[in-house]
């Protein structure tokens, strides 16, 4: 079994192996390390991704509904879309790319993830720090920007109501997640901005690198000096930014590779 988890390397895989150790690029407690992940990292839990075949926003209808607009005009079209969602995202399972950056933090090493994801398979892995770029869909916030009502969890499954209607104004709720042309969280941008830019280590993870401003992550990591590696089954629009891109499934391609990074670490 080659360390990369396929047979089908044997020559590119000593070479990436070799490019890896000759820039020291290894993973020990004091490498800063941080993780963007996209909707692939959730692909082998069995969550549909957003684009390539199948993915979500193949039907144009769907990525209306991501759309402050597109909510707007038919809540009750908008919840079915996402209780869906929530369904199939409640009996997903984390998978071994989520329980091996869960598994890092847990052994004390110096880990955080930022996420586009909304579906928390990372926390459901045990990870603690992550910076939800585009929310969650396990939050629900009123419509009336201006009701007192702060967002708050529900994980009910089916939905009782749709659309569930605020207790405060009567407002509908809406799904806690940032919908496209909708700003990030300043917060967020913020976290995710300082951390990438004193990151060593910069793991881009199941992302089609399409989506500003999270894609710009890996960009700015590079800029500031961190050895960027790509997890996918495929190039991608950040392949030009990073040091490494390692094509495959990343459930066996992340654990396989920080597994080696870690010995490469205690040499
Ligand atoms: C913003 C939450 C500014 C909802 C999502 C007009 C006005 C304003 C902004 C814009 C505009 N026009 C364009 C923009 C910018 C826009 C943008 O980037 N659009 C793109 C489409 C061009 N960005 C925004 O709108 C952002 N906001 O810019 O605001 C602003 C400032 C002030 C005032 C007003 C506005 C907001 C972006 C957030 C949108 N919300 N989701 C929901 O999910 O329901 S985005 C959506 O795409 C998901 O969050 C998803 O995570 C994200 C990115 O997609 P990926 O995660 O990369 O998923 P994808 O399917 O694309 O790719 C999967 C990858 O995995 C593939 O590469 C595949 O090969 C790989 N893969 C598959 N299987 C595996 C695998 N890899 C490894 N292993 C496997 N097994």
């Known amino acids: 079994m080659s360390v990369w988890g396929t047979e089908s390397w044997e020559g590119e895989e000593e070479e990436m192996l070799e490019k890896f150790r000759i820039d020291r690029n ?6 800063v390390i941080t993780v963007l992940s996209g909707a692939g990292i959730s692909a082998e839990s069995g969550i549909p991704t957003f684009r390539g075949s199948g993915g979500l926003w193949g039907d144009e209808s769907l990525a209306r509904i991501a759309t402050p607009y597109g909510f707007a005009e038919d809540p009750e079209r908008g919840w079915r879309f996402y209780d869906d969602r929530r369904k199939n995202m409640a009996s997903a399972k984390p998978n071994p790319a989520h329980l091996i950056l869960a598994e890092l933090e847990e ?16 926390q459901r892995a045990g990870s ?17 920007s201006r ?7 529900n994980y009910e499954v089916p939905l009782s109501a749709i659309p569930p209607i605020c207790e ?3 407002n509908y709720l809406r799904p806690n997640v940032v919908f496209f042309e909708e700003p990030l969280e300043l917060v967020d941008i ?3 901005d300082s951390r990438t830019k004193k990151t060593d280590l910069f793991l881009v993870v199941g992302t089609s690198g ?5 894609a710009a992550y890996a960009q700015i990591a590079k800029f500031n000096g961190a050895y960027v590696v790509e997890f996918n089954i495929e190039k991608t629009p950040l392949s030009p930014f990073c040091d490494l891109s390692v094509l495959g499934p990343c459930g066996e391609m992340l654990p396989s590779f920080i597994r080696e990074a870690i010995c490469a670490g205690e040499k």
């Open 26 to 31: 290894h993973i020990t407690k004091d490498t």
């Open 168 to 170: 405060k104004c009567g």
């Open 107 to 122: 052994m004390g090493y110096d880990i955080v993830i930022i996420t586009q994801n909304v579906d928390r398979l990372h």
């Open 210 to 214: 399409i989506v500003y401003p999270a």
């Open 128 to 144: 603690k720090k992550v910076i939800e770029l585009h929310g969650t869909v396990w939050e629900f916030r009123c419509m009336n």
């Open 147 to 153: 009701c007192e009502l702060k967002p708050f969890e």
């Open 190 to 192: 913020q976290a995710a």
